[in-house]
């Protein structure tokens, strides 16, 4: 059973950075890793999704001051968020799935851990 925990929410001001991290145990069934968000009265969106041999792709939201990665033994999914601004007051929720090519298609990720919280104030 997939299992998926985030951490390292908190509030931050605008302007700073904050490294979110993903602990995941029993991946055998998966082999692409994403971020989500989802921000208060709005749908969750993609962030970033990672692939087992690295290669990553970012939505919209992502690029420019987002990072994905992923640690050696691919336990650990971290996104490091530079340049905050209140947009990007959200959950986060990491997720893990098995395609044919990594994608970012929020409906089709079936494990996703419970999410930590990212408040940024305006």
């Known amino acids: 059973q997939v299992q998926l925990v985030e951490s390292g929410g908190g509030a931050v001001q605008a302007g700073g950075s904050l490294r979110l991290s993903c602990v995941a145990s029993?991946?055998?069934?998966?082999?692409?890793m994403g971020w989500f968000r989802q921000a208060p009265g709005k749908e969750r969106e993609a962030v970033a999704s990672?692939?087992?041999?690295?290669?990553?792709t970012y939505a919209d939201s992502g690029k420019g001051r987002f990072t994905i990665s992923q640690d050696n033994d691919k336990d650990t999914l971290s996104l490091q968020m530079n340049n905050l601004n209140p947009d990007a007051t959200a959950m986060y929720y990491c997720?893990?799935?098995?395609?044919?090519?990594?994608?970012?298609?929020?409906?089709?990720?079936?494990?996703w851990g419970q999410g930590t919280q990212v408040p940024v104030p305006s």
């Open positions: 997720a893990a799935a098995r395609f044919y090519r990594c994608e970012l298609d929020v409906s089709r990720y079936p494990y």
């Open positions: 029993d991946l055998s069934s998966t082999n692409c």
């Open positions: 990672i692939d087992v041999d690295g290669t990553t």
